[in-house]
């Protein structure tokens, strides 16, 4: 189990040197801070002493080792567009978008859970075929046209919710959250759902899938002849073996959540890191996108270990192949 952990951080490290290397070139060859920091009038010598003062005046190596350094200390320089500390940007915007990714996923895992076992089990009733009808709708849609399509229904014709912004929050020392305040709720439900609809649908498939996969086995067959009831074959012994490739796909969801939140933040103009990187893009500020860019193979590493350590507590098997291999 140690070696195993080992092993999954040393290719971690490995993983965010290669983004860090993608990024540093981003930030390297996209654009020149010089120019868009002090505009096409600056003298020579002022271009020369800003140089000087980034760095930029350093070997391609040097300024690689220097950006690995800022970025382990969490520190991109400076936006070239707000002309404030990266570092900043993201603490400040960084709360929006974990409580709306952590909310969407609760709301995918809780109800696409229960369906994907009931369609399942009722697999050939109305309710099931309804259910599984409707789940084509949220894959096949985009999610910005979902976001619309709920703006236009909830807040423009029925107005029972807002369509923009984050509402009322409470702070939690530099922790900013709007899950205190009724106001706060209100302007999460809509771009809640948005996300969440496409990942809700998408666990209830596979555990459908799943679940039907793993109640044609002999060992449920043995199950039933000995005479164990519906409730213990079902979610003693089935729903435990369908969890396996469901926490994958749950797991690299969730870092898919709040890589992809961008569309949704655009839609509802929910201030975080999403609505950070798309109005960097279009200003090319590039340490804001680079800074954006290891912080999300930060998250997607981090699950893909957490992910990797839930399997042994799940699945058994790999727990005995495991210690197999060890001796």
Same mark, same amino acid.
């Given at each position: 189990?140690?070696?195993?952990?080992?092993?999954?951080? #040393?290719?971690? +490290?490995?993983?965010?040197?290669?983004?860090?290397?993608?990024?540093?070139?981003?930030?390297?060859?996209?654009?020149?801070?010089?120019? /868009?920091?002090?505009?096409?009038?600056?003298?020579?010598?002022?271009?020369? $002493?800003?140089?000087?003062?980034?760095?930029?005046?350093?070997?391609?190596?040097?300024?690689?080792?220097?950006?690995?350094?800022? !970025?382990?200390?969490?520190?991109?320089?400076? &936006?070239?567009?707000?002309?404030?500390?990266?570092?900043?940007?993201?603490?400040?915007?960084?709360?929006?978008? +974990?409580?709306?990714?952590?909310?969407?996923?609760?709301?995918?895992? +809780?109800?696409?859970?229960?369906?994907?076992?009931?369609? $399942?089990?009722?697999?050939?009733?109305?309710? &099931?075929?309804?259910?599984?009808?409707? &789940?084509?709708?949220?894959?096949?849609? *985009?999610?910005?046209?979902?976001? /619309?399509?709920?703006?236009? #229904?909830?807040?423009?014709?029925?107005?029972?919710? *807002?369509?923009?912004?984050?509402?009322?929050?409470?702070?939690?020392?530099?922790?900013?959250?709007?899950?205190?305040?009724?106001?706060?709720?209100?302007?999460?439900?809509?771009?809640?759902?948005?996300?969440?609809?496409?990942?809700?649908?998408? /666990? =209830?498939?596979?555990?459908?899938?799943?679940?039907?996969?793993? =109640?044609?086995?002999?060992?449920?067959?043995? @199950?039933? @002849?000995?005479?164990?009831?519906?409730?213990?074959?079902h979610f003693g012994h089935a729903l435990k073996n369908t969890m396996v490739p469901v926490i994958t796909i749950t797991g690299l969801q969730l870092g898919?959540?709040?890589?992809? !939140?961008?569309?949704?933040?655009?839609?509802?103009?929910?201030?975080?890191?999403?609505?950070?990187?798309?109005? @960097?893009?279009?200003?090319?500020? #590039? *340490?804001?996108?680079? @800074?954006?860019?290891?912080?999300?193979?930060?998250?997607?590493?981090?699950?893909?270990?957490?992910?990797?350590?839930?399997?042994?507590?799940?699945? *058994?098997?790999?727990?005995? &192949?495991?210690?197999?291999?060890?001796?």
């Amino acid at each position: 189990m140690l070696v195993f952990i080992i092993r999954r951080l #040393v290719q971690a +490290v490995l993983v965010m040197l290669a983004v860090s290397l993608l990024a540093f070139i981003l930030f390297r060859y996209i654009g020149d801070p010089v120019t /868009i920091m002090l505009g096409q009038d600056a003298t020579d010598a002022d271009r020369a $002493a800003l140089r000087t003062s980034l760095g930029l005046d350093q070997s391609a190596f040097v300024q690689f080792w220097h950006f690995v350094q800022n !970025a382990v200390q969490g520190e991109f320089g400076l &936006s070239l567009r707000q002309g404030q500390s990266v570092s900043e940007l993201l603490k400040d915007r960084l709360p929006a978008t +974990v409580e709306l990714s952590v909310v969407a996923a609760i709301m995918a895992l +809780v109800v696409g859970l229960p369906l994907g076992v009931y369609t $399942a089990l009722k697999r050939n009733g109305f309710i &099931s075929q309804a259910i599984l009808a409707f &789940s084509l709708l949220g894959i096949s849609l *985009p999610t910005f046209l979902i976001g /619309i399509l709920l703006i236009l #229904v909830m807040s423009v014709q029925l107005g029972w919710l *807002p369509s923009y912004g984050r509402g009322e929050v409470t702070y939690i020392g530099w922790w900013s959250t709007g899950l205190f305040t009724i106001d706060g709720w209100r302007h999460l439900i809509l771009p809640a759902i948005t996300l969440s609809l496409f990942q809700l649908t998408l /666990i =209830l498939r596979l555990v459908r899938s799943e679940m039907l996969e793993v =109640l044609r086995t002999d060992y449920i067959k043995f @199950a039933r @002849a000995r005479g164990l009831s519906q409730r213990a074959i079902h979610f003693g012994h089935a729903l435990k073996n369908t969890m396996v490739p469901v926490i994958t796909i749950t797991g690299l969801q969730l870092g898919g959540i709040i890589a992809f !939140a961008i569309v949704t933040e655009t839609v509802f103009q929910w201030p975080g890191m999403g609505l950070l990187f798309i109005q @960097a893009v279009q200003f090319a500020d #590039v *340490p804001v996108m680079a @800074a954006y860019l290891c912080l999300i193979a930060l998250v997607f590493v981090c699950i893909n270990l957490i992910v990797d350590l839930l399997y042994f507590a799940v699945d *058994p098997r790999l727990r005995i &192949s495991m210690n197999r291999g060890a001796q």
